[in-house]
């Protein structure tokens, strides 16, 4: 069964920085779009970055546009978001999945608390 684990989570003060990364067991994300996510307590998650693999093109929310980074790793067959200037808005659990997403590939997220 594919797996997709995320890492890279963690507290940071406003104004800093993290690294998340995704990984994948079993499969090859060539054919995809991959998406990064994030969900606030209490409500749905909501994509933020986006990369169409096999371009690299991406896609950005508003609210990140500017500050993330979506990048991938085709030997690895990894997805990243590098987030800059952080702001205690973006405090959330972080999912990464296919865009859109597939119901059987969520995994456990990674959190992220940015302190004010």
């Known amino acids: 069964q594919v797996q997709l684990v995320e890492s890279g989570g963690g507290l940071v003060q406003a104004g800093g920085s993290l690294r998340l990364s995704c990984t994948a067991s079993k499969r090859s994300f060539s054919s995809y779009s991959m998406g990064w996510f994030r969900q606030f307590p209490g409500n749905e998650r909501e994509l933020v970055a986006s990369?169409?693999?096999?371009?690299?093109?991406?896609q950005y929310a508003e609210s990140v546009k500017g500050r993330f980074t979506i990048s991938r790793d085709n030997a690895t067959n990894a997805v990243y978001l590098q987030m800059n200037s952080l702001k205690p808005e973006d405090t959330a659990v972080y999912y990464c999945n296919t865009n859109p997403p597939l119901r059987n590939l969520w995994g456990q997220g990674t959190q992220v608390t940015v302190s004010s």
């Open positions: 990369l169409l693999w096999r371009s690299g093109s991406t």
